[in-house]
């Protein structure tokens, strides 16, 4: 199967360094194997969304000369394919309404485990879905961070894949559009690492294809938290692209060239010699 990669944002916020390490790592894999690298806008969570974010990264990235191979896919439009996924689900028994609130959770540890709600069934209240975590071990090795292995039961327990509002949850829109896209290596943060075995499950119980995993380090702030769009981490400049790209680099302690002045010409020499297995696996603050 010919390699195809892909970078997924959400559009919370302009593109910062974080993001931009994501989007330089898996570009970089995606050409690396000779294949192919698509966006898709992770576009889901309404409440959550800047207006005009989505235009704007999509523009940003081909300032740092990462250009996809396809036009974006905007899981928003998506949504038939996310509702006929869960009815499947449904319909094999697989998912349950649960009414549980984060509090009554937080009272039992955390977790909803074997189906069994705190809550009483509300008349008055959309419930939200949840999929059965059943008392199994999914392992997978992951190309950068090596052999994972996660109890669903005991680690995730049963999780969310429709909220309350109706929204589709992340897993279920995140699998079903991996596949739809023939995603064939997923590489992405760390931050992800901890979903990717109900991800396994998920595609498992839907018959969907499961993609090799590479997490790549997380870039950290002057306080040791995850750069991020809801920490407000300074958006990089697309219009002078060169600076955060080199950084974006030798975070990934990927080896450029020195007198590149273009964003292209960076890319090119950070291919020669490039292999993912040689990316750091630690979280750090950028030089």
């Known amino acids: 199967m010919n390699y195809r990669g892909r970078f997924a944002p959400s559009p919370t916020g302009l593109l910062h360094f974080g993001s931009l390490v994501a989007a330089v790592g898996s570009w970089l894999c995606a050409r690396h194997a000779g294949g192919q690298w698509l966006l898709r806008v992770d576009d889901i969570d309404p409440p959550r969304e800047v207006a005009g974010s989505a235009q704007s990264i999509l523009a940003a990235l081909p300032a740092f000369g990462l250009v996809a191979d396809a036009p974006p896919l905007y899981q928003s439009q998506r949504q038939a394919a996310h509702q006929e996924a869960f009815d499947r689900l449904r319909a094999a028994g697989l998912v349950f309404p649960c009414w549980c609130s984060r509090a009554q959770l937080a009272e039992a540890g955390g ?33 950068l961070q090596g052999r994972q292995q996660q109890n669903l ?86 219009a002078d692209p060169v600076p955060a790209l080199r950084r974006a680099l030798a975070f990934l302690d990927v080896q450029t060239s020195a007198t590149a002045r273009t964003p292209e010409a960076l890319l090119k020499a950070a291919l020669d010699g490039f292999e993912p297995a040689r990316l750091p696996h630690l979280a750090a603050r950028p030089a």
């Open 111 to 143: 977790f909803h485990r074997d189906g069994h709600c705190l809550a009483q069934p509300q008349a008055d209240r959309p419930p939200a879905w949840r999929l059965r975590a059943p008392d199994l071990a999914v392992a997978f090795d992951d190309a």
């Open 153 to 238: 039961r005991d680690e995730a327990g049963d999780f969310v894949i429709r909220r309350v509002e109706g929204l589709h949850a992340y897993h279920l829109a995140c699998v079903v559009d991996d596949a739809f896209q023939g995603i064939t290596e997923v590489v992405r943060g760390t931050d992800l690492l901890d979903s990717t075995a109900r991800q396994i499950w998920l595609q498992r119980c839907l018959s969907l294809p499961t993609p090799t995993y590479l997490h790549l380090p997380l870039a950290l702030d002057a306080h040791g938290r995850k750069l991020s769009k809801s920490e407000r981490a300074h958006p990089v400049d697309p």
